[in-house]
C-alpha cells in the first residue's frame, strides 16, 4: 500500500515536500511516480523514478520539482519549489512492478499497478 503526506495550503512562491511511504521493499517496484489531479481533469504525470535513479519530469514542473527515494525507509519524495496556483491539485504518488520507463508512463496513469489516495497541495 501507498501513503501520501505533506499536503497542505502554501503561498506562491513557496516550497512544500510530499513523501509516500510503501508499505512493501521499494525495490519490488520498477517505476515510482508522482500524478497531481484537479477535479474535472485528467490525472497528470508530475515525476517518475526507475530503480536504477532514471529520472522524468513533466515539462511543467522540471526545474522546480525534484523527485527522490530512499529505499532503506521504503520513501518517495516529491520537493517542489517555486509554486505556482496553477500546481493546486490532489497529489497523488504511484508504483509499477513490471519494467517501465519512467518518462513513457508519466503519460500512462491507467498502466500503473498500485496508487496512493493522494494529499491536497493548495497554492495561492
Known amino acids: 500500500q501507498l501513503g501520501e503526506s505533506g499536503g497542505s495550503s502554501v503561498q506562491a512562491g513557496g516550497s512544500r515536500k510530499l513523501s509516500c511511504t510503501i508499505s512493501?521493499?521499494?525495490?519490488?517496484?520498477?517505476?515510482m511516480g508522482w500524478f497531481r489531479q484537479v477535479p474535472g481533469k485528467h490525472r497528470e504525470g508530475v515525476a517518475a523514478?526507475?530503480?536504477?535513479?532514471?529520472?522524468s519530469y513533466a515539462d511543467s514542473v522540471r526545474g522546480r520539482f525534484t523527485v527522490s527515494k530512499d529505499n532503506a525507509k521504503n520513501t518517495l519524495f516529491l520537493q517542489m519549489n517555486s509554486l505556482k496556483p496553477e500546481d493546486t491539485a490532489m497529489y497523488y504518488c504511484a508504483a509499477e512492478g513490471g519494467y517501465c520507463s519512467g518518462s513513457y508512463m508519466l503519460g500512462r496513469a491507467d498502466d500503473w499497478a498500485d496508487w496512493g489516495r493522494g494529499t491536497q497541495v493548495t497554492v495561492s
Open positions: 523514478i526507475e530503480t536504477d535513479g532514471t529520472i
Open positions: 512493501e521493499d521499494m525495490e519490488k517496484w520498477y517505476c
